[in-house]
């Protein structure tokens, strides 16, 4: 049974920090890429970071890039979200997603319960 469980979030000043981290089991991670979503109030869920199985390609949504650092650690299966200067719409539930195949741009297939993050004064 996929299991995804993020930690890590909670409530930030604009321009702070938060990291963001996934445990995941019930698959071959080290065979799988990794993302994480984010779903704001009234919006879609959107993919903000993917990385590919071996790390050597990562993918970043225009909104975040320069801020947000995706990696993994493929031997203690957990994959990482970094996020430097928070922005207030930076504010939704984050997702940790496992992909359909070792490279993102295969889609993603699993979710997980979601993390909420605020960033607000």
């Known amino acids: 049974q996929v299991q995804l469980v993020e930690s890590g979030g909670g409530l930030v000043h604009p321009g702070g920090s938060l990291r963001l981290s996934c445990a995941a089991s019930g698959f071959i991670f080290s065979y799988a890429a990794m993302g994480w979503y984010r779903q704001a109030p009234g919006k879609e869920r959107e993919l903000v970071a993917g990385i590919e199985s071996t790390s050597r390609r990562k993918y970043y949504a225009d909104s975040v890039k320069g801020r947000f650092t995706i990696s993994r650690d493929n031997a203690e299966k957990m994959v990482y979200l970094e996020m430097n200067t928070l922005k207030p719409e930076d504010t939704a539930v984050y997702y940790c997603?496992?992909?359909?195949?070792?490279?993102?741009?295969?889609?993603?297939?699993?979710w997980g319960q979601g993390i909420q993050v605020t960033v607000s004064s």
């Open positions: 997603s496992r992909g359909r195949a070792s490279d993102y741009t295969g889609g993603f297939i699993s």
